[in-house]
């Protein structure tokens, strides 16, 4: 067994695209086969200034345009690709696939966190409370594994302490692919970090990202 996570975990990278120029290599170099990829499991890293959150590595030619449709739609809190559709100007395959009958997702992720007011709950407690443990979001359901045919959200949960005045915050997904999911998932978790931060008058810290099985698809080779 391949325990080059181990070495990966506190590493720290200055933003996204160093992160992801690295993920890529670790994967090719050393992944393990996995169901069609080559995965790096419990991989843990922090990004030191999430704010630089686009993807330049040319190989990639990752949207931005995209990446910023996407967000307005989780801001939407509206589980429709067709929502998405609206935004972008169309539906990305992999979003029409991991559809239900109605057109609906569970990994849009603002549709979770806008249930019970999540963003509200964590921006009031760390305001009235900037030592609190408790300024978690809550993604993964797991009373609704009945849903989770098509589409089951790869992320956990969220994160976010106060350290230094600065917002940090922790990701923690059950699968993150690093071609396609990392390069658009960081930007989303970065732009909900700004924003609770700028809620809260304050400045962004690190962002720690940690997956349970980080994999590149056998086709990015």
């Not at 933003?15 to 843990?44: P, S, V, W």
């Not at 739609?73 to 109605?102: E, V």
């Not at 923690?172 to 960081?186: A, E, K, L, P």
């Amino acid at each position: 067994m391949n325990f080059i996570n181990i070495i990966m975990i506190n590493t720290t990278f200055k933003n996204a695209n160093e992160a992801y120029e690295f993920l890529l290599d670790q994967a090719i170099q050393y992944g393990q086969d996995f169901n069609g990829t080559k995965a790096l499991f419990n991989c843990g890293f922090y990004i030191e200034n999430p704010r630089d959150k686009f993807i330049t590595n040319a190989e990639r030619d990752w949207s931005p345009k995209y990446a910023a449709a996407e967000w307005a739609w989780y801001l939407s809190g509206d589980p429709s690709i067709n929502k998405l559709g609206d935004l972008y100007g169309k539906i990305p395959p992999i979003w029409k696939r991991m559809a239900d009958p109605s057109g609906n997702v569970n990994s849009n992720y603002g549709y979770q966190w806008k249930r019970n007011d999540q963003i509200g709950y964590v921006v009031d407690l760390l305001r009235n409370n900037k030592d609190t443990r408790q300024a978690c979001i809550s993604i993964y359901d797991g009373k609704e594994h009945d849903k989770f045919a098509t589409d089951t959200p790869c992320t956990y949960a969220v994160q976010f302490t106060i350290i230094n005045n600065k917002l940090c915050m922790s990701v923690y997904m059950r699968s993150n692919d690093i071609w396609y999911g990392f390069c658009n998932d960081q930007y989303q978790f970065a732009s909900l970090q700004e924003m609770i931060a700028d809620r809260l008058s304050i400045e962004t810290g690190w962002y720690y990202h940690h997956a349970h099985n980080m994999h590149l698809y056998n086709d990015k080779l």
